[in-house]
């Protein structure tokens, strides 16, 4: 083999290690701030929680200072009403994949919630998006994409090839 055929060689096997690390390097980076999300989110920590929210999302919300007004108030009512967070985990992060010129992975997450004398427990997905200027992820609820209306309003023109599941909720009387 000639020395040109020999560092394009090493120069591909190079790049592929690099991608592999920068995908695992995504990937503990979405587990780490979706975690640093779902502790926001059970200490009703808005400002942290919106750090890490899709901009658009909050956009749709009137903008930064009406969605965590918003947020505070629907919290604030059912905590009235008696609603408590028990758990809130990340369960699973996907494989990170690059498409329409972005990182983005599925998040796997589980809550359970007590309101009054019933318990409800969720598993629920988030797709993440990675902002590379940040070097952060922002986050959003994957079944508001599965409405296509929802999705073109919050991500025109998205397609994936990620799996997204269906939510599941189950309901039990305490």
């Given at each position: 083999m000639n020395k040109l055929a020999e560092t394009v060689v090493i120069l591909l096997m190079f790049s592929g290690i690099t991608f592999a690390q920068t995908t695992e390097e995504l990937k503990a980076s979405a587990l780490r701030d979706a975690k640093i999300t779902t502790k926001a989110t059970l200490k009703f920590d808005f400002e942290t929680v919106f750090k890490h929210t899709y901009p658009t999302v909050i956009d749709m919300m009137g903008g930064?200072?009406?969605?965590?007004?918003?947020?505070?108030?629907?919290?604030?009512?059912?905590?009235?009403?008696?609603?408590?967070?028990?758990?809130?985990?990340?369960?699973?992060?996907?494989?990170?994949?690059?498409?329409?010129?972005?990182?983005?992975?599925?998040?796997?997450?589980?809550?359970?919630?007590k309101i009054g004398a019933m318990r409800i427990k969720a598993k629920s997905y988030l797709l993440g998006i990675y902002n590379s200027e940040k070097e952060i992820w922002y986050f959003l609820e994957a079944k508001q994409l599965k409405n296509p209306s929802m999705a073109d309003m919050i991500l025109p023109d998205f397609k994936t090839e990620l799996n997204i599941p269906d939510d599941e909720m189950t309901t039990e009387q305490l």
């Open positions: 930064h200072e009406a969605g965590i007004a918003l947020l505070k108030s629907t919290f604030d009512n059912m905590k009235a009403e008696g609603f408590e967070y028990e758990k809130a985990d990340i369960i699973n992060v996907s494989n990170i994949i690059f498409e329409q010129d972005e990182y983005r992975c599925c998040i796997e997450s589980y809550n359970q919630m």
